[in-house]
């Protein structure tokens, strides 16, 4: 799987957009952009997914580059309860066969203040 | 609907004992994944099962071992504990293998091995 890179910590205000970076400069062609979030004590929580086109759902959206060397979660009014750790993954995904899991790095700690 | 449910949420054992992590997924789940999360090692890979079968496997030693029941429920077993296992064990479940997009964590199992 390709490597991902994030900032350890980001700060943002409350009501206002947070736009996590991540890097993945060896992405390969049949890879998959996915992010979840970890609320502290929680279990991971799919947030979103894409390929080379941006998306958006309810919660976030992606931006994606041309290249897809790199990513953006942008979370549009982040909350108090946005505060989590945000994990950029990047993986093939499977259809089936036996499936090796997601390989989570340290992510990124958003911490969205008052 | 339910969730991904897992039992019991904390368990402290000793050294040496063996240990054994349930989980039940989310009703028409077939697959069920398990993670090791440390502090130092972050979200770890252990092992997916899918139709009663262990699909894929990750890095860790023998005495790590799971199995998965004809209604999908899953089970976690680690024997002769060490205090290196204390950790956070989360299974996820998603309807089919390697669905990680629509993949969904339980709240986990605090494992503190004395």
């Known amino acids: 799987d390709a490597k991902t890179t994030q900032p350890t910590s980001m700060d943002c205000a409350e009501g206002r957009a947070a736009n996590l970076p991540c890097n993945h400069s060896t992405i390969s062609g049949n890879e998959y952009v996915y992010w979840y979030r970890q609320i502290h004590s929680q279990g991971p929580q799919y947030i979103i997914h894409?390929?080379?086109n941006n998306e958006t759902n309810e919660m976030a959206s992606l931006i994606i580059t041309e290249d897809r060397k790199s990513s953006t979660l942008i979370l549009p009014h982040a909350t108090l309860r946005d505060t989590a750790v945000y994990y950029c993954?990047?993986?093939?995904?499977?259809?089936?066969?036996?499936?090796?899991?997601?390989?989570f790095g340290k992510g990124t700690h958003l911490i969205i203040q008052p | 609907k339910a969730g991904v449910t897992q039992t019991p949420r904390y368990l402290i054992k000793t050294r040496g004992q063996q240990v054994t992590l349930s989980c039940s997924p989310i009703s028409g789940h077939r697959s069920v994944s398990w993670y090791q999360q440390t502090p130092g090692q972050g979200l770890q890979f252990l092992f997916e099962?899918?139709?009663?079968?262990?699909?894929n496997k990750g890095n860790f030693p023998g005495r790590f071992s799971g199995r998965q029941f004809s209604n999908s429920r899953s089970e976690m077993n680690v024997s002769t504990l060490e205090l290196g296992d204390s950790a956070l064990y989360l299974c996820?479940?998603?309807?089919?293998?390697?669905?990680?997009?629509?993949?969904?964590f339980g709240p986990g199992t605090r494992l503190t091995v004395l």
């Open positions: 894409g390929l080379k």
């Open positions: 996820a479940s998603s309807w089919v293998t390697g669905a990680y997009n629509e993949q969904f």
């Open positions: 099962y899918f139709s009663e079968t262990q699909r």
């Open positions: 993954i990047v993986r093939v995904p499977y259809s089936g066969g036996g499936a090796d899991g997601l390989t």
